[in-house]
């Protein structure tokens, strides 16, 4: 697959002329147990050397998947709702944590009290909600549940989602989830990308806000898996640096 990339290295090189930096972080969502395309996943970061921040879906986690990132520190768990369950109707987004919805507080910390048991200090108290969708009503749980980060779709229009929890998105998703669930068109996702960090260097957007990637390792087909190489490596090479929220130093970005 070619792909022209000539926007987006020249976006980056007028990063890099200004001095400014770029951080950029991956997420990948839906874990649950030790898979070959988790494996892939795991191979892929090792060559990058960019961690992955693993959302893995507390209700269904099996040891395997334990097993398995206890031999990789590149990928890094986070909280991804309870059960991945839709709670809303058919008329709504779906959500698992959306409005008028009953057992949310115990949700939640079922969700953190399993993952701390199965993680440890390896866990990053970060909560991923499916669907990329979470009720404003729900914020001040999170804080006092013991979730430090939230992290959704879509540049954070401010740090703090509630007191206590930053909020930390992600921006970059390759699957064509309203088409036929493989690659967006690549001219379409370049442009796009070029788009996010340009907003950041005028100042339209939070440039502090690490740019995130969002994978989803077992949906993916051949040319996601190439793009979002392709498109790591170009970011790399003009300059962005790897976020690890597992070892940053001081308050989240």
Known sequence: MKIDWTLLKAELAVWRRSGLKLPIWWRDDDAAEDTRAL????????????????AVIPERAKPSLLKFLTKHDNL????????HKNHNSKEQKKSE???????????????MTTCRDMF???????????WNNFADEHLPLLSRLGYRALSTYTPRTARIATPGVVRI??????IFWRGD?????????????TGLLA?????????EEPLG???????????VWSFTRACIEVLLAGGAEPVNLSTWDGPLP
Do not use: C, Y
Request: hydrophobic letters at 45%; proline letters at 9%; glycine letters at 8%.
């Open 39 to 54: 494996r892939k996943l795991q191979t892929m970061s090792a060559a990058l050397k960019v961690p992955v921040h693993l």
């Open 76 to 83: 890094i768990p986070v909280v991804h709702g309870w059960q």
């Open 97 to 111: 944590f959306g409005i008028d919805r009953d057992g949310v507080a115990i949700d939640l910390e079922t969700a």
């Open 120 to 130: 440890g200090d390896r866990l990053v108290p970060m909560f991923v909600p499916p």
């Open 169 to 174: 998105n992600t921006h970059i998703d390759p």
């Open 181 to 193: 669930g493989g690659l967006v068109p690549p001219e379409t996702l370049v442009v796009q990308i």
């Open 199 to 207: 907003d950041r260097r005028i100042g339209s957007a939070d440039a």
């Open 213 to 223: 990637v969002l994978t989803h390792h077992l949906a993916q087909d051949a040319a």
